[in-house]
């Protein structure tokens, strides 16, 4: 069920600076999601796009899609300690009750 | 609102013991349940899903099964434990014939001696 790929796997940037992870997925997908997992804890949904749109926002985070490339990037504008965190997206086909899921970003935010 | 429930949070146990895990959601009927492994710094691997009672899919044949009595409970066990079985254990759901966002539990970390 690990079909995705994500890069970078680990990013270290100071608090305040943006954070770009992106993501490739090999079939083609109804959404594509992202989730938060702090360190030994549960992942968190943040962010669903859909196959039909490009970007979408909540708050400060930005996904984009571009179904031609098969990829997605999440960008955490502003980033603080607290976003310290490891990012998974993963991808849903339509008629898949399964979720295929990348390897994931270990972010971290120095204060 | 919804809520998902697991226990215990940690366990530890001998190489040959058995297993049980359980999951609880509350707030919905008829969820698509799952259960997931993560090894230290990794991705998730699907183990089970379940899209009603007694309805199981085994992703990775392996000495685990799991079993959803109850149209809100499901359960990972082993009849014998392995090194190889330690691990962080992830309970989801999902409502029922969605393909949107699934809903994690706590986790249970898992280590096997």
């Known amino acids: 069920s690990q079909q995705g790929e994500e890069d970078p796997q680990a990013l270290s940037i100071q608090e305040g600076e943006n954070a770009t992870m992106n993501c490739s997925y090999k079939t083609s997908i109804n959404n594509l999601q992202w989730y938060r997992q702090n360190s030994g804890r549960g992942l968190v949904h943040l962010i669903l796009i859909r196959s039909n749109e490009r970007e979408k926002h909540s708050g400060r985070l930005r996904v984009t899609l571009d179904t031609s490339k098969k990829s997605s990037s999440l960008l955490i504008t502003a980033s603080r300690a607290a976003d310290t965190a490891s990012y998974f997206c993963?991808?849903?086909?339509?008629?898949?009750?399964?979720?295929?899921w990348g390897a994931g970003t270990k972010l971290i935010i120095k204060p | 609102s919804q809520t998902i429930h697991q226990w215990p949070a940690t366990l530890v146990q001998p190489v040959g013991s058995p297993l049980s895990l359980e999951c609880t959601v509350e707030g919905t009927s008829n969820p698509n349940l799952y259960w997931y492994r993560q090894a230290a710094g990794r991705g998730l691997q699907l183990l089970f899903y379940s899209v009603g009672i007694g309805q199981i899919s085994s992703e990775v044949p392996q000495n685990l099964s799991a079993s959803r009595p109850q149209d809100r409970q499901f359960i990972l066990s082993s009849k014998k434990l392995l090194l190889s079985d330690s691990g962080f254990y992830l309970c989801?759901?999902?409502?029922?014939?969605?393909?949107?966002?699934?809903?994690f539990g706590p986790g249970t970390r898992l280590t096997v001696l």
């Open positions: 989801a759901w999902r409502r029922g014939g969605s393909i949107r966002e699934q809903f």
């Open positions: 993963a991808s849903n086909s339509d008629s898949n009750y399964q979720l295929i």
